[in-house]
């Protein structure tokens, strides 16, 4: 895989090889391939000279350092009470008929990733949900529905 | 607007101020009349734990070591907490301000805001904003810098040595204190970690004076603080308010008209019943709030919201410390027992116990509050947990 | 006294150095405060909270380990709010347990089993979440055994192994209630960097990271009548298997040891330390004859400094982190290996034993022997040389199996043949012990003389300094080393995988001229492997390293190439150091191993 050695080479250039410089890195090679596979975790550990088993164990702590392989784009609903108060469910199961998966599981396609997670910080606007890094918000069913058709318009 | 019984006040987003005068006239002050502003205002953080502004920049300020650091802390994960996001979209300029007087006053030549994952979009904004900044303190020969630092979704990361430890390329796990950061933070290194919000506060203090500040609030709670309404309210959102209003008046104001509960300050906050919101006061004397209230009407099932607290703060927790970590898991699937009858009512009394161990022996605050929502919730909702 | 602070602790004044803590400050008093993540050796992590005592004025409890006493601090540490939350700690820790005492290797020996006993823990007190856990138990490794669900996360081994082992195997994983110790990517610990070095083991309060062990596989071979079991003993072994049997730390037990193999039924007892001896004649012949291709032959591949080669966890770090280093270690095996090729060859023709009955075992103060004795490099005699090694720990496991009273047993003395061996022997099993053995004969080859040090005790090298320079003037050499006139012998001396770590640097920048280097992979040497009595702290590793030195300094004789043993061998077998037969089963090369 002399691509993700190619990435982590250009990350370590431009962030650094130190300890410090672990996250940046690691938050790149999530950008750029939607999560860390072991091979980049080697990759990181060599550039930065560190242990392997410490790299790992740092990307498993942040839920947004994917270690499993992950769709082209990742949903993340948000699942805490005020979205969950204001039909999170529903959103959810719209989704997985949508994309037929279940919360957890990649498209065969690889294309979508389905996730839950903690409070995106729009309460009030809830339920929200992020596509990778954009944010979508007071969502029902046919908001859903025509979020992802535009996604998979454009893939 | 109708029945505003509670003092709207404008100056977080106020547009009254030109933050580079601000700015140019108080990097000229003396680091004494900065810090007597701040700490005649009463500020007291904003990001929970409520520590005086002032005296942390004091005590940073102290310190004789060369490097010293201003910290913004971004990571604003609280359930129901969405002001700061507000904030950084809104006034990005005022926080950077914040952090300059901060800086000169300390002695720090950098400053990090850690953004945290969910806000990544806000990144490229506040990074021209940044430009800009940077661009007019070299124009003062003002000598600092402000780097963004990004989480990567993990809320124990707004816990302040969490957060050091993250920005030091480390799993987030809290340290022990003392030492606290003001003496040990950011690579070990005097910082000041202040909230969002709180910096803004601090900046717009310099502009309007302590006086101004000061006279809004009550004794232990001085000024206004910017709240983030959710839950069952028709008028959901961002509401910047005067301090020491009761719960009544916030309810009447906020709530449907059939507001059952209020969950003052997030999950690691309190629940608050409809038979206490008169007596209960928002602000530091009665139930403090980093701003999270969220609202539930008769047809919300506090179980499922206690449930669903305890769910966040499982995952949530680093899970180094014992306590936190297994007594989380230990709240969840107990509770759960109970609702389906495989443990008796008696056992939320031992989880009580827990509860209380859990907030005394728990290494950072983050299990050290779990027994706040948990307690609240089970003393004044018993029946619902069991039947 | 300005560097003192003064609190109370239960009523008692107590002044302590700043710095200290209220759990040091309550040990000064002998007032027990139970730990778990707290260990002398390590950094403080303040994770497990059982040691939470009371601090007036404050609201919530304080952890003694990580609380700095500080002036006028009342503290309690005995009251109902106190044990309450222990008694909580204790049930939580249990609940994620799988509390199968009895089918536990530590039954018996296990800090949180001592903790449970403690606090007469008899219905748990809150559900079992056992069974909501995907615990896995990694026992591919011949040595260690990780067992996920006898994990209570102190992370006493992570911080073992990255402060005292510069390895980093083991990490914390994951968050909230996810968080395990795992390795790179879960992997086994047999892929992965682990040294085998059992440091972590012999920190790990409870059964999660044990040793792999062969009692039955020992008891068979001693009870099959076919076989013919022998036995060696490393020289640490006898300093420390006391204190596994009730005795103090630094208790020699020498002859009660050999007396106990007797017997356990071993057909014949013998020692590691005659090897110890032959390892000083090979690798010194082996540093002088590098030294004499560098310096009179002006040989470029001539690897230099020369590191030594006997301590296995030493070997697979370098495997591992310096594989571009492998030319510069000693290619002598280590004294375990070399005594199981011999065993098999040397022995069995003077026995008259034919080598596919002999069942060689080995007593070790350590975890990563047994991982060597499983190396396919180390099969030169045609069989398994080593067929199995036991830790110090399991050498006390089996004498209490057997009933011995172990205080009690008279000093019986090893079996000849393999079974005599040099005070210079006995110091392998401190740190800093294999370069005083060497110079202590490598000196006297070049110069006819003793080294020049009062009682041959080369004190530089000894110590728990963790890095140690020493360097000795050659002069007035005999002619055939005449070379070596005026060189001054640069050594260093490094105990621990972080010290080595810190030499290794050194090397690679150029910024040291040392001839050799002794690497010990464990604090202290072999006298703190992996394999060794549990508990290990400063304290005991210094009264065992004391051990040593009194039991070299009573030896008759003090070095390598005096002990007659040797001599036979080489008359009767080896012919010389560096010979074509102790090529073929002394010496051996390693192969360079991947990062993770
Ligand atoms: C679990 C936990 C999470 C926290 N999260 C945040 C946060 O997201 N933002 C914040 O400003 N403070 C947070 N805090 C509080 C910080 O530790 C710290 O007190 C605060 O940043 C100090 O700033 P202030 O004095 O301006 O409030 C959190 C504390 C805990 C225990
Ligand atoms: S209380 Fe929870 S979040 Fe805080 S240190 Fe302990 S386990 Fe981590
Ligand atoms: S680790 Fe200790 S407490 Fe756990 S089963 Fe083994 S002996 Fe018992
Ligand atoms: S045996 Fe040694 S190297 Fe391996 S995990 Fe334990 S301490 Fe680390
Ligand atoms: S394996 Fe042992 S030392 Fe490591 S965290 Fe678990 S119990 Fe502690
Ligand atoms: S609860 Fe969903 S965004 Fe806050
Ligand atoms: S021994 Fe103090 S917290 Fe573990």
Same mark, same amino acid.
């Given at each position: ?14 962030? =650094? ?60 609903? /948000? ?32 294309? &979508? ?43 | ?109 950098? =400053? ?8 990544? &979009? ?90 101004? &500040? ?9 000024? *206004? ?38 969950? @003052? ?32 009407? *008769? ?18 927790? /680093? ?49 050290? *509050? ?18 | ?48 909270? @059982? ?102 996360? /102190? ?43 059992? !440091? ?31 036995? !060696? ?172 009273? &172990? ?190």
């Amino acid at each position: 895989m002399p691509e993700i050695k190619e990435l982590v080479k250009d990350l370590a250039d431009k962030h =650094g090889r130190n300890r410090e410089s672990l996250l940046p890195i690691l938050q790149g090679i999530v950008t750029e391939e939607r999560f860390i596979s072991d091979v980049a975790m080697t990759e990181v550990a060599r550039e930065l000279d560190m242990s392997a088993a410490l790299v790992y164990g740092t990307a498993t702590f942040y839920s947004f350092l994917d270690t499993k392989p992950r769709g082209k784009f990742v949903i993340r609903v /948000c699942k805490t009470i005020t979205c969950d108060m204001k039909g999170k469910k529903q959103i959810v199961k719209t989704l997985e008929e949508l994309l037929k998966i279940k919360v957890g599981e990649t498209t065969k396609d690889k294309n &979508f990733t389905l996730l839950e997670t903690n409070c995106l910080g729009w309460c009030h606007k809830g339920p929200a949900m992020l596509i990778n890094d954009e944010v979508f918000t007071e969502l029902d069913e046919d908001k859903v529905t025509e979020i992802i058709d535009d996604y998979m318009r454009n893939i | 607007m109708p029945n505003t019984k509670l003092k709207r006040v404008d100056i977080i987003f106020s547009e009254d101020c030109v933050y580079k005068d601000v700015l140019a006239d108080n990097l000229k002050k003396s680091n004494e009349d900065i810090l007597k502003d701040i700490l005649d205002s009463g500020l007291r953080g904003r990001g929970g734990a409520g520590f005086p502004t002032g005296l942390k920049w004091k005590f940073t300020s102290q310190e004789t070591e060369e490097e010293k650091y201003v910290v913004c802390n971004a990571d604003e994960g609280e359930p129901g907490t969405f002001k700061d996001r507000e904030i950084l979209t809104r006034v990005p300029l005022k926080v950077f301000g914040g952090m300059a007087i901060c800086a000169k006053v300390i002695g720090a030549k950098h =400053g990090y805001v850690y953004l945290r994952g969910e806000y990544q &979009f806000l990144k490229a904004d506040l990074e021209k904003a940044l430009e800009e900044f940077h661009s007019f303190v070299k124009e003062l020969g003002f000598d600092f810098q402000i780097h963004i630092l990004m989480g990567s979704g993990a809320y124990i990361c707004g816990e302040e040595s969490a957060l050091f430890e993250s920005m030091e390329g480390k799993r987030g796990e809290p340290r022990n204190k003392p030492p606290y950061p003001t003496i040990s933070g950011f690579r070990n290194k005097p910082t000041v970690i202040n909230n969002v919000e709180t910096l803004v506060y601090a900046f717009m203090i310099c502009r309007i004076g302590a006086g101004k &500040f000061h006279e809004l609030g009550t004794t232990d709670s001085r000024g *206004s603080k910017v709240f983030s309404i959710s839950g069952d309210t028709p008028i959901a959102g961002i509401y910047e308010l005067e301090l020491g209003m009761s719960l009544e008046d916030f309810v009447e104001e906020f709530g449907d008209g059939d507001t059952k509960a209020v969950q @003052v300050g997030g999950a690691s906050g309190f629940c608050v019943p409809r038979k206490k919101f008169k007596d209960t006061i928002i602000g530091f004397e009665g139930v403090p709030t980093g701003g999270s209230m969220m609202l539930f009407n *008769s047809s919300r099932s506090m179980y499922n919201v206690l449930k669903n607290y305890v769910e966040f703060f499982e995952e949530e927790s /680093c899970g180094q410390c014992t306590p936190c970590r297994v007594g989380c898991q230990q709240l969840k699937k107990g509770i759960e027992a109970i609702k389906k009858g495989e443990k008796s009512a008696h056992y939320l009394d031992t989880l009580q116990k827990l509860a209380d161990t859990m907030k005394v022996s728990s290494k950072c605050g983050l299990g050290q *509050s779990v027994a706040n929502s948990f307690s609240s919730i089970v003393d004044n909702f018993r029946e619902e947990m069991i039947y | 006294m300005a560097n003192t602070v003064k609190l109370n602790i239960d009523g008692i004044d107590v002044s302590i150095e700043a710095g200290k803590t209220v759990l040091d400050a309550a040990k000064k008093l002998n007032i027990h405060i139970p730990t778990l993540c707290y260990h002398e050796d390590l950094c403080v992590a303040g994770n497990c909270r @059982v040691c939470v005592v009371e601090q007036e004025g404050v609201k919530n409890l304080v952890a003694s380990c990580a609380m700095p006493a500080q002036d006028g601090m009342v503290i309690h540490t005995n009251t109902h709010k106190v044990r309450n939350a222990r008694r909580h700690v204790v049930e939580l820790l249990l609940s994620e347990h799988n509390a199968d005492c009895t089918k536990c290797y530590k039954n018996t020996r296990c800090e949180l089993q001592d903790l449970a006993g403690e606090m007469v823990i008899n219905e748990h007190m809150f559900l079992d979440l056992v069974p909501d856990k995907n615990y896995t138990i990694d026992n591919l490794s011949p040595a260690i055994i990780k067992d996920d669900s006898k994990c209570i996360r /102190c992370q006493r081994c992570v911080r073992t192994c990255d402060e005292l082992q510069h390895v980093s195997a083991l990490g914390v994983a994951y968050k909230g209630e996810h968080m395990k110790i795992s390795t790179f990517f879960e992997n086994p610990m047999y892929e992965v960097v682990c040294t085998n070095c059992g !440091q972590c083991v012999i920190r790990c309060p409870t059964g999660a990271l044990v040793e792999k062990n062969y009692l039955d596989n020992v008891w068979d071979a001693i009870y099959d009548e076919d076989k013919h079991v022998i036995v !060696q003993t490393a020289p640490a072994t006898r300093i420390a298997l006391g204190e596994d049997l009730g005795m103090e730390a630094g208790s020699i037990v020498t002859g009660k040891m050999a007396a106990a193999l007797r017997r356990l039924g071993f057909d014949s007892v013998l020692d590691t330390d005659f090897t110890a001896d032959l390892t000083i004649m090979e690798e010194g012949t082996e540093l002088l004859t590098r030294l004499k291709r560098a310096l009179v032959d002006k040989d470029p591949t001539v690897k230099l400094p020369m590191t030594t080669s006997c301590s296995p966890g030493w070997i697979k770090f370098i495997e591992h982190m310096y594989p571009e280093y492998l030319e510069n270690v000693s290619t002598c095996k280590s004294p375990q290996q070399m005594f199981g090729a011999l065993a098999k060859t040397y022995y069995a023709e003077k026995r008259g034993i034919d080598p596919a009955k002999i069942v060689s075992v080995s007593i070790m103060p350590c975890t990563a022997k047994k991982f060597e004795a499983n190396r396919p490099e180390m099969r030169d005699s045609g069989y398994q040389d080593v067929d199995m090694g036991l830790t110090t720990r399991e050498l006390a496991v089996m004498i209490k199996q057997a009933g011995i009273d &172990f205080k009690e047993l008279p000093d019986e003395k090893f079996d000849s043949l393999m079974g005599k061996s040099s005070g210079a022997a006995v110091i392998f099993g401190a740190t800093g012990g294999v370069m005083e053995a060497a110079l202590r004969t490598a000196y006297e080859i070049v110069t006819g003389r003793e080294v020049p040090f009062k009682n041959l005790n080369i004190t530089p090298v000894r110590g728990m300094e963790g890095v140690k320079e020493a360097a000795v003037k050659i002069e007035n050499v005999l002619p055939a080393w005449s070379f070596l006139e005026g060189v001054e012998l640069k050594t260093v001396v490094a105990h621990g995988l972080t010290n080595a770590n810190k030499v290794m640097q050194a090397v690679k920048n150029g910024t040291a001229d040392w001839h050799f280097i002794e690497i010990m992979a464990c604090p202290g040497g072999c006298l703190g492997g992996g394999g060794q009595p549990i508990p290990t702290t400063p304290e005991i590793r210094k009264k065992r390293a004391e051990a040593i030195y009194r039991e070299d300094a009573g030896m008759a004789i003090r070095k390598s190439h005096e002990n007659p043993e040797i001599k036979q061998i080489y008359e009767e077998f080896l012919e010389e150091p560096l010979s074509h037969k102790s090529h073929w089963l002394l010496h051996t090369h390693y192969q360079a191993r991947k990062r993770e």
